[in-house]
């Protein structure tokens, strides 16, 4: 684990010691609505950080029995109640598992009285000055953002990371939750939700779902080629991310959902053209691609600001999103493959035909790791990666039945 120098709030620069996973350069001037400094954060301080993911917590908020019943379904179980509401907190244990915590005098206790957290109202660069792990008695720590978040978000982390304490930030829905779990990188220990909807609750969950979906392995199966053939023009879809991407990692494209191709980013050095990291030729209008959630989408539904999986040549799957989309005529090269020689199930995908589009080979280790084969290059024979799914799709998520596609 990380540690924060004890000079780190005092001077301008500062470092953190321990497992080091990667640095950003982050600015850490804290400025209001109109520009002026408003902290002694000073700007430019390098800051490196353990990038590994750590469990984030929610804790909820309510007075409305069907937010509680839906997160207690979910999985979370910690609610806050008001001095006064004890008596509702009474109820709802008869009826749910729940642990409820009570504020009183901007302190958290349990049922035993024991003290479980300290609250604070920022609302101004003094407060937040203020708020410093050696200052605070409980284990937990719940904040107030009350009227910029961004920005002391980040400095919370940065001055907490690497204590045993856990920042929360109180949140109203899924866009702040966001911006608190995933300042720096690195995110907030946890989220207060304090809502009376539903939706919110859901919301939530499902950005969890998601989020802890990053990192983890998809299976890719091994295909070998069985016809490479020369077609006409159509509208192949160009995806450009927001992020960069790295030798072997491309997106999961096909023309049917039961099988994915592996399609390669534009990474590679090229002798036609320059290196686009953030861009991956994916195929024409109809193919399906995978996005996070275990679903699929047509290449043409995608837009700026849609989510889209990145799959590298392992299986390990990261989250994207969409910067731009386009969409041009080119002439197309059709592909088939199949996992086994005797198997009828053929798996397809139509590509641009260019040096500059590849599919993913099986790594065999000896360098050929973070490599891509060109599909000009492409031959009856060759091994790539697909993306087996069971079962046909409507509106992107798996059925049950199977539909024969001719």
């Known amino acids: 684990m990380a540690t924060l120098s004890p000079s780190a709030l005092s001077s301008p620069k500062f470092t953190i010691t321990g497992k080091l996973k990667t640095s950003r350069l ?6 209001s609505n109109c520009g002026k400094r408003i902290s002694r954060f000073k700007i430019g301080v390098a800051v490196t950080m353990s990038m590994e993911k750590k469990k984030k917590e929610v804790w909820i908020w309510t007075e409305n029995k069907q937010v509680m019943t839906a997160a207690v379904e979910r999985g979370w179980n910690k609610f806050i ?19 409820p915590l009570f504020i009183e005098d901007k302190r958290l206790f349990d049922n035993n009285d024991k003290l479980v957290a300290t609250f604070s109202e920022i609302s101004s660069p003094q407060q937040l000055e203020q708020l410093q792990p050696t200052y605070e008695l409980a284990d937990n720590v719940i904040v107030d953002l009350l009227d910029w978040q961004v920005i002391p978000a980040e400095n919370i982390v940065a001055a907490f990371h690497g204590t045993h304490k856990t920042v929360f930030a109180i949140s109203k829905g899924l866009s702040e939750s966001q911006i608190f779990l995933e300042a720096l990188e690195q995110g907030l220990g946890g989220v207060v939700l304090k809502t009376e909807d539903v939706e919110a609750v859901l919301e939530l969950k499902e950005y969890f779902y998601k989020r802890n979906k990053e990192g983890s392995q998809l299976g890719l199966t091994k295909a070998t080629i069985t016809r490479v053939e020369m077609t006409g023009m159509g509208d192949r879809v160009c995806v450009d991310l927001c992020s960069l991407m790295r030798p072997g990692e491309g997106l999961l494209v096909g023309s049917f959902a039961r099988g994915l ?13 320059a290196s686009r990291p953030f861009r991956v030729n994916a195929g024409p209008v109809h193919a399906y691609v995978a996005v996070p959630g275990g679903k ?12 889209i999986l990145v ?5 390990i799957q990261r989250t994207a999103v969409v910067g731009r989309v386009k969409i041009e005529t080119r002439p197309l090269i059709i592909i088939d493959a199949k996992i086994d020689s005797d198997d009828k199930t053929c798996y397809n995908i139509l590509l641009q035909n260019a040096e500059t589009v590849g599919l993913v080979p099986p790594s065999k280790g000896g360098g ?7 599909v000009t290059s492409l031959k009856v024979g060759d091994e790539v990666l697909v993306r ?5 799709r409507h ?8 539909i024969v596609e001719k």
């Open 26 to 31: 982050v600015n850490f001037a804290v400025r």
């Open 81 to 99: 109640f008001s001095s006064i509401h004890r008596q509702l907190a009474t109820d709802w244990s008869s009826i749910a598992l729940i642990n």
């Open 261 to 273: 191709f592996l399609v390669h980013s534009e990474c590679l050095e090229s002798n036609y053209i």
């Open 296 to 307: 699929t989408c047509y290449l043409s539904e995608l837009k700026a600001g849609k989510e």
């Open 311 to 315: 799959v590298d040549q392992n299986g």
């Open 368 to 374: 050929n790791e973070g490599t891509a084969i060109a």
């Open 388 to 392: 087996v799914q069971g079962g046909a």
């Open 395 to 402: 509106t992107g998520i798996e059925i049950q039945e199977f």
